[in-house]
């Protein structure tokens, strides 16, 4: 879950314009924005930065929760990809840099806005193996209203003990912790230790290796994360916290759950995770394939904020009711009847998690894919009519205010648009494949092909192209680059029907189901310019178009 879905049920998103190097011949509808230095060398690649390829970090830090203060250290394996003697990793400038340790001696380093750049006194050989181990403290930035803004939110359960949760998806991990802070880079395999006061624990991704007191009052816990993680997804989740532990048979054998909730809500987490997880579980393992972390198993964790896809420790804060905080984003009665939060984050796992978008800009394969899961969800237990249903019934929240697809290169996702118009366009394109195994096995596919992978648009288009055998690069690009929908324009004259479509993206071609009314849909593709299409009998008052599964414009005339 990223912040604009927030601002989706407040009709009011703040989104980006789209740029897509290369781009496409048609003029983007996009609204022109002003980026600074500082967020490009948050979104850019640059050498400093692909030099070397993250493998291993250990962050181990402690917090002074009364002071809001952080302060520890993370190490640096690393592979180069070149020979380097210099580069950059990552961390918010409120927070200080104490040393870098580098084989016994500290480095020299600089800093220019978030970003902080390292020197080695001899050049580091491509393929050599490395590490390095940063220290820092500070004050983190405080989330006021997570997760919807990123930081570390300090709170209190009802009983007025800490209650500490970090978010950190769109403005960045580097925010509370130092690391190298673009997502194209995903760490193999983690450490995380966290010290909390005595009386409290700390839930973080991974499985807990060991508990130990750390003196003074603290006690450390450490978490092995076995796959690869996103920096975003690294979290803590400190409380007073209750916990039990299940098991799911699933396809690659038994999967550990685990529940950490705040210990007055006990009896009211077992009913409501009872009723969704495994249930979950079951429907995108069939959907998506086996769950992608079963070696860290599965984890929901309360949190004090709504929630968030904190890989195998899922952030989980709707208050143990079904909707999204009691209400249906649907409108059609299909969303009060399961947990918004345990299924939509829980989705993640697959889109968001296991396959990661490179760029924050192609954060609608992360949204998208979600949101269109929850239909699929809602079909496992009530039937794709139903799941289509709620599809449709979410156009509502659409605003076709920009682009869905964000700006490259400095840190910037697009429209939250992603969510609902992302999940009617892949509603679309299996009505255009026209083959529920084809398409089941197109996302299982997706899934087992960029299994632990970070990738692009192209990545995913691509593999969608080519087992479909459809080239549907016209229906992404008009969908996901421009803000406007597709139109049908329709004419009847002297008993023929002609059709073309209104797009912004050249030569646009998407096939659309056409029927005279009470008749059977057939596929019909229009092009750009008017032609006439084969329908016996149509006129302006019995032509439909499925609308239902289709998310486009109609113009009679």
């Not at 978008?357 to 269109?372: G, Q, V």
Request: with cysteine; aromatic share 14%; glycine share 8%.
């Amino acid at each position: 879950m990223s912040h604009n879905i927030s601002n989706l049920i407040k009709c009011c998103v703040l989104a980006a314009a789209f740029a897509l190097p290369g781009g496409a011949s048609a003029q983007l509808m996009a609204d022109k924005e002003t980026f600074t230095r500082a967020d490009s060398l948050r979104g850019n690649l640059t050498d400093l930065r692909t030099c070397y390829d993250i493998r291993y970090y250990h962050l181990d830090v402690k917090l002074d929760i009364g002071k809001k203060f952080i302060s520890g250290s993370n190490v640096f394996e690393f592979t180069a990809t070149r020979d380097f003697n210099r580069l950059q990793f990552d961390l918010f400038d409120n927070l200080k840099v104490e040393k870098i340790e580098y084989n016994g001696t500290e480095l020299q380093f600089t800093r220019e806005f978030n970003a902080v750049f390292v020197s080695f006194p001899n050049t580091v050989k491509q393929g050599q193996r490395d590490r390095f181990k940063v220290f820092y403290s500070g004050k983190p930035v405080e989330a006021k209203n997570a997760p919807w803004d990123g930081g570390v939110m300090f709170s209190k359960d009802d009983s007025g003990k800490p209650w500490v949760a970090t978010a950190c998806q769109g403005v960045g991990a580097s925010i509370w912790w130092p690391n190298k802070d673009h997502q194209s880079d995903e760490v193999d395999s983690m450490l995380i230790s966290v010290t909390v006061p005595e009386g409290l624990q700390d839930v973080s991704n991974g499985r807990l290796r060991k508990v130990s007191p750390a003196g003074n009052g603290y006690t450390r816990y450490d978490w092995f994360v076995a796959n690869p993680i996103n920096n975003y997804c690294v979290s803590l989740n400190i409380g007073d916290y209750d916990h039990w532990g299940e098991a799911f048979d699933g396809e690659k054998g038994k999967l550990d759950l685990d529940f950490w909730v705040l210990k007055a809500n006990r009896k009211k987490a077992e009913k409501q995770f009872a009723a969704n997880v495994k249930p979950m579980l079951k429907a995108f393992e069939y959907w998506f394939g086996p769950y992608p972390f079963y070696e860290d198993g599965y984890k929901l964790v309360e949190t004090p904020h709504l929630g968030m896809e904190h890989q195998s420790a899922v952030a989980y804060g709707n208050k143990f009711q079904n909707g999204y905080m009691g209400r249906d984003l649907s409108g059609t009665g299909w969303g009060l009847k399961w947990d918004f939060i345990v299924v939509h984050e829980s989705g993640h796992e697959w889109f968001g998690n296991n396959i990661t978008s490179k760029d924050l800009a192609d954060m609608w394969i992360h949204e998208s894919f979600t949101n269109y899961s929850e239909s699929l969800f809602i079909e496992s237990l009530y039937g794709k009519k139903a799941g289509q249903e709620y599809v449709h019934g979410t156009r509502g929240a659409i605003l076709n205010d920009k682009p869905v697809q964000g700006i490259y290169n400095v840190n910037k996702e697009g429209s939250g648009d992603m969510y609902y118009k992302g999940g009617n366009l892949l509603n679309m394109i299996r009505t255009i494949i026209n083959d529920d195994t084809k398409w089941r096995h197109i996302l299982r596919g997706l899934n087992k092909t960029f299994y632990h992978r970070t990738v692009d648009a192209t990545d995913i288009i691509s593999y969608i192209n080519g087992q479909s055998g459809i080239d549907l690069s016209k229906v992404f690009g008009q969908y996901l680059k421009f803000k406007n929908i597709p139109t049908l324009e329709v004419k009847f004259e002297k008993g023929k029907t002609f059709c073309r479509w209104i797009a912004d993206v050249d030569d646009f071609d998407m096939p659309v189901r056409l029927r005279v009314k009470g008749g059977e849909y057939q596929f019909v593709k229009p092009s750009t310019s008017f032609a006439e299409i084969a329908l016996p009998g149509a006129t302006k008052e019995n032509f439909e178009v499925d609308s239902f599964n289709y998310y486009i414009g109609l113009l009679l005339e």
